[in-house]
């Protein structure tokens, strides 16, 4: 009857499993790769040393990173079979997050250059009625 | 026999290879079904706080000859915040944990740090807030400050609305003890908790860090 057990083929998001000192270890290595992703974070934004222009997609990489480790460890988002549904649901979402921010950053960067001063197209279309 | 038959032809049961719409296994228990919805509903969260991002996002630079980013914001503040928040996140673990194995002290202890460390993060926030309107960088200054106190407002009205429900499960855990769904909405809670400290990593880093570069 174990085919009609269904904790064998699903886990809930965030719950841990396993014995208290795997639970336990994945806090702990969730905790220290968070704090260490966030340190690199600050020294990255606070040192001189780097090269300037790259430093924010530096730094949102890192915080893609952590976001991925806080996933992870904290809400045991896996890649294993008992995991399918969370993971489809979560990458539906992470779908929906990047066309909303790309596509309104995009979009509106635009519109912005276009509501500028008309340039020399523009001005050369308007001509020509 | 034949009513036995009649329901496997019409697809009505459970028996053999019939399909259910269910999968063959029928519909998941309760403690897969309750957290996964609640997993959703995170999830569309996100993409609530993703539509708010891009407002700051294209925004940011609207000052209106007002302050910006550089001159308002105080790194040292932010990653007290940070790591409030993150310790926050790690023993509501904990306390998942200690919950599992129903242990009523270690879990009240681990939720009670909870909250506290949350109350450090909302109190630095508040704080933070009643400088910079009291600097007169409010809401109404400036369209970049409108979008400011709206993606950072809204997630400290997360973590306040957090604070109150993880008051309301350290009550029930109390009065009801470990009972299967009291478990589960302390499972749901442990989700949104973390959920807000990932939204958090993008505050801080777009916000906050990207804000400051020199």
């Known amino acids: 009857m174990t085919e009609h057990d269904p904790e064998l083929h699903n886990v809930a998001p965030g719950e841990p499993h396993d014995s208290l000192l795997t639970e336990t270890l994945s806090y702990v290595i969730g905790l220290g790769l968070a704090l260490l992703l966030t340190g690199i974070s600050f020294w990255v934004a606070s040192t001189g040393t780097l090269w300037g222009p790259g430093v924010a997609t530096g730094l949102v990489v890192l915080a893609i990173a952590q976001m991925g480790v806080h996933l992870v460890f904290f809400l045991h988002i896996t890649s294993g079979p008992d995991n399918t549904n969370n993971v489809l649901a979560l990458a539906f979402g992470v779908l929906i997050v990047f066309l909303v921010m790309v596509g309104t950053i995009v979009i509106m960067a635009q519109m912005n250059h276009n509501m500028g001063a008309p340039s020399e197209e523009l001005m050369n279309l308007q001509m020509q009625h | ?214």
């Open chain 2, 1 to 214: 026999m034949s009513t036995h038959a009649e329901a496997a032809a019409v697809g009505l049961t459970h028996q053999g290879s019939e399909d259910t719409g269910l999968g063959h296994r029928g519909p998941e228990s309760k403690s897969i079904v309750v957290p996964y919805g609640f997993w959703l509903f995170i999830l569309s969260d996100m993409v609530l706080f993703s539509a708010l991002f891009a407002s700051y996002a294209t925004l940011v630079h609207a000052t209106d000859g007002g302050p910006d980013t550089n001159q308002l914001f105080d790194r040292k503040l932010v990653a007290v915040e940070t790591l409030a928040l993150l310790s926050s996140s790690f023993v509501c673990g904990l306390a998942m944990i200690a919950a599992k194995r129903k242990n009523m002290q270690l879990t009240q202890v681990w939720l009670l740090l909870t909250g506290l460390t949350g109350l450090v993060f909302l109190g630095i926030e508040l704080f933070e807030f009643g400088k910079m309107i009291g600097e007169g960088a409010g809401p109404q200054r400036s369209a970049f400050l409108s979008s400011f106190f709206t993606l950072v407002g809204c997630h400290g009205a997360h973590v306040t609305a957090g604070l109150l429900w993880l008051g309301t499960m350290m009550a029930q855990i109390w009065a009801k003890g470990f009972r299967q769904d009291i478990i589960r909405r302390l499972l749901c809670f442990s989700v949104f908790w973390h959920a807000l400290d990932i939204i958090w990593v993008a505050i801080f880093t777009i916000v906050y860090l990207i804000g400051t570069l020199p």
